[in-house]
C-alpha cells in the first residue's frame, strides 16, 4: 500500500485557511506574483526554492519544510507510475 501523493499546495491553502489569509495576500506579503501561489494551490506549480525560502520566512519554518514537501510528493508521484 502506497502512501498518497499530496501536493504541498494542499498543506498551504490548510495554512491560509488557518489564517483567514487569501493567495492574493499572502503573495503580496511574500512578494510573489499572485498567480504563482494560486498555481502551488492548484497544483500546478512546483515549490522553488526561492519560494520556499519565502514561505518560511512568513511561515516561521524553514525552506527545508516546504521543498521536503515538493519532494515527498514527486516521489510519490514517482512511486505510483
Same mark, same amino acid.
Given at each position: 500500500?502506497?502512501?498518497? $501523493?499530496?501536493?504541498?499546495?494542499?498543506h498551504? #491553502?490548510?495554512?491560509?485557511?488557518?489564517?483567514?489569509?487569501?493567495?492574493?495576500?499572502?503573495?503580496?506579503?511574500?512578494?510573489?506574483? #499572485?498567480?504563482?501561489?494560486?498555481?502551488?494551490?492548484?497544483?500546478?506549480?512546483?515549490?522553488?526554492?526561492?519560494?520556499?525560502?519565502?514561505? $518560511?520566512?512568513?511561515?516561521?519554518?524553514?525552506?527545508?519544510?516546504?521543498l521536503?514537501?515538493?519532494?515527498?510528493?514527486?516521489?510519490?508521484?514517482?512511486?505510483?507510475?
Amino acid at each position: 500500500m502506497t502512501i498518497p $501523493a499530496i501536493h504541498p499546495g494542499e498543506h498551504l #491553502a490548510e495554512e491560509l485557511r488557518e489564517l483567514d489569509l487569501s493567495a492574493a495576500s499572502l503573495a503580496r506579503q511574500i512578494e510573489v506574483p #499572485a498567480n504563482r501561489i494560486t498555481e502551488i494551490l492548484n497544483g500546478r506549480c512546483t515549490i522553488t526554492g526561492d519560494t520556499a525560502l519565502r514561505l $518560511a520566512h512568513f511561515f516561521d519554518t524553514s525552506a527545508e519544510f516546504w521543498l521536503n514537501l515538493q519532494k515527498l510528493y514527486e516521489l510519490r508521484i514517482a512511486e505510483e507510475k
